[in-house]
């Protein structure tokens, strides 16, 4: 299967933005989804694990979440700051192999 | 404090190989399915391969199999990925990542180690 994301999204500082990643073929909730944060030069941090759970470290203006009816899952990040800007990947994996959305620049101006 | 040191990457000519290494510290490492994923200059994170956590299962990305082997030795708090038959295509930074959860979630990645195929 694949997941598919928009290549950018761009929002102003204080709003809401909303990533999503679109399964191509089975569930989207057969297996869970993860979501991780990468600025430049960076390695990637998770940000939401198993569809929906924080790490401890990541504010809660950050959540994610699943939708069976257009099998896709969303990353939402409210309160938007400058230091949100990064690309964003969402990731599956179904037991054996690992499958990466192709990831969305979020522009925050 | 948990640490993922690459190292190994390099210039290599097409049709080359290289050894990729991976030194793991403040983790119990034995008891991890641990990864490799690359990101092409430019490019999204693509998933290389995965190994079990005693080495008795391992997978791979289709246009890696055959010419890449993934290896731990648990002793040594170390993960491994030998590439052969290299090409401009297999160019990227390459990281070492550790799977923290059974949903696949890679809750410690290194620093990236970057592989250059050109002639």
């Known amino acids: 299967f694949m997941l598919t994301q928009p290549h950018s999204v761009s929002e102003s500082p204080g709003k809401t933005v909303t990533i999503s990643c679109t399964r191509s073929?089975?569930?989207?909730?057969?297996?869970?989804v993860q979501w991780y944060q990468q600025r430049p030069g960076s390695s990637p941090t998770t940000v939401i694990y198993?569809?929906?759970?924080?790490p401890s470290a990541v504010p809660d203006r950050i959540s994610g979440s699943i939708d069976r009816s257009s099998n896709s899952a969303s990353l939402t990040i409210s309160g938007l700051k400058i230091e949100d800007e990064a690309d964003y990947y969402c990731?599956?994996?179904?037991?054996?192999?690992?499958?990466f959305g192709g990831g969305t620049k979020l522009t925050v101006l | 404090e948990v640490q993922l040191v690459e190292s190994g990457g390099g210039l290599v000519q097409p049709g080359g190989s290289l050894r990729l290494s991976c030194a793991a510290s403040?983790?119990?490492?034995?008891?991890?399915?641990m990864s490799w994923v690359r990101q092409a200059p430019g490019k999204g994170l693509e998933w290389v391969a995965n190994?079990?956590?005693?080495?008795?299962?391992?997978y791979y990305v289709d246009s890696v199999k055959g010419r890449f082997t993934i290896s731990r030795d648990n002793a040594k708090n170390s993960l491994y990925l030998q590439m052969n038959s290299l090409s401009a295509e297999d160019t990227a930074v390459y990281y070492c990542?550790?799977?923290?959860?059974?949903?696949?979630?890679?809750?410690?990645w290194g620093q990236g180690t970057l592989v250059t195929v050109s002639s």
């Open positions: 990542a550790r799977v923290g959860r059974v949903s696949g979630d890679f809750d410690y």
């Open positions: 403040g983790i119990i490492f034995s008891s991890y399915w």
């Open positions: 190994i079990k956590q005693d080495g008795s299962e391992k």
């Open positions: 073929s089975g569930s989207i909730a057969s297996n869970y």
């Open positions: 198993d569809d929906h759970i924080r």
């Open positions: 990731q599956s994996y179904d037991g054996t192999t690992v499958v």
